[in-house]
């Protein structure tokens, strides 16, 4: 994962986090031919399959630990390179991210313990690991968060058509700047303000206001 150290602050990330697709090389090709098909980039459909994974586990954690856990031929296996690609997940997606990590651990822990099938559910140590360290085994288990990654990026190789690919998380369905009601009469452009902000400020509020899809903050 890259980042600043202060991504995790308090808990939530607070800087933009730059994700690796954990699909095999061919499976990340077989994306970017979707992608191209249906007119959008890459990251927009990873963005989609993350939105969809968060949303599952808040809804229904049993049913997308079953999607976590799910084989498929476009995860690599052993030491089988991934794709080089990456994308960038905002600080509200990567946030939703970390909660699902938590939902789904936390139900799979107590499937474990009630069941005990250690063998189906391995343990998801270290949760925000990159890959097998130098020196582990090639039947080494990739941490919780990469699993739910390689999840989101199966289902919009899968399924995501055209109808699915303008979905997003709850978190993000309406815009930012319509949340609040306007007065009767009155208009939403309100009254113009001026911040005095330092110049790194000013550009993470442009970046999160882009991805997001808010209005871009003004110059």
Same mark, same amino acid.
């Given at each position: 994962?890259?980042?600043?150290?202060?991504?995790?602050?308090?808990?939530? /990330?607070?800087?933009?986090?730059?994700?690796?697709?954990?699909?095999?090389?061919?499976?990340?090709?077989?994306?970017?031919?979707? %992608?191209?098909?249906?007119?959008? &980039?890459?990251?927009?459909?990873?963005?989609?399959?993350? !939105?969809?994974?968060?949303?599952?586990?808040? #809804?229904?954690?049993?049913?997308?630990?079953?999607?976590?856990?799910? /084989?498929?031929?476009?995860?690599?296996?052993?030491?089988?390179?991934?794709?080089?690609?990456?994308?960038?997940?905002? &600080? %509200?997606?990567?946030?939703?991210?970390?909660?699902?990590?938590?939902?789904? !651990?936390?139900? %799979?822990?107590?499937?474990?313990? #009630?069941?005990?099938?250690? +063998?189906?559910?391995?343990?998801?140590?270290?949760?925000?690991?990159?890959?097998?360290?130098?020196?582990?085994?090639? +039947?080494?288990? /990739?941490?919780?968060?990469?699993?739910?990654?390689?999840?989101?990026?199966?289902?919009?190789?899968?399924?995501?058509?055209? +109808? !699915?690919?303008?979905?997003?998380?709850?978190?993000?369905? #309406?815009? =930012?700047?319509?949340?609040?009601?306007?007065?009767?009469?009155? +208009?939403? =452009?309100?009254?113009?303000?001026?911040?005095?902000?330092?110049?790194?400020?000013?550009?993470?509020?442009?970046?999160?206001?882009?991805?997001?899809?808010?209005?871009?903050?003004?110059?």
């Amino acid at each position: 994962m890259n980042g600043n150290k202060e991504d995790f602050e308090c808990g939530f /990330p607070t800087t933009n986090t730059s994700v690796s697709v954990p699909l095999t090389s061919r499976g990340a090709s077989q994306l970017k031919q979707k %992608a191209d098909r249906l007119g959008r &980039p890459v990251s927009h459909l990873m963005r989609q399959g993350v !939105d969809w994974i968060v949303d599952l586990a808040s #809804e229904d954690s049993t049913v997308a630990l079953k999607e976590v856990l799910r /084989p498929s031929g476009l995860y690599p296996c052993g030491r089988e390179r991934e794709s080089g690609y990456a994308f960038v997940l905002c &600080p %509200a997606r990567m946030a939703g991210l970390i909660r699902a990590v938590g939902k789904i !651990d936390q139900t %799979a822990q107590e499937i474990v313990q #009630e069941s005990g099938l250690s +063998d189906l559910y391995p343990s998801p140590e270290p949760l925000l690991g990159q890959g097998p360290p130098s020196g582990m085994p090639s +039947d080494w288990q /990739p941490s919780l968060r990469k699993r739910i990654i390689r999840t989101a990026g199966r289902k919009a190789l899968e399924d995501f058509e055209e +109808d !699915d690919i303008g979905i997003t998380c709850s978190s993000e369905r #309406e815009p =930012g700047y319509q949340k609040l009601e306007k007065r009767l009469g009155a +208009d939403r =452009g309100g009254t113009q303000i001026v911040i005095g902000i330092t110049r790194s400020a000013k550009k993470r509020m442009t970046q999160a206001a882009r991805e997001a899809n808010l209005i871009p903050v003004a110059g």
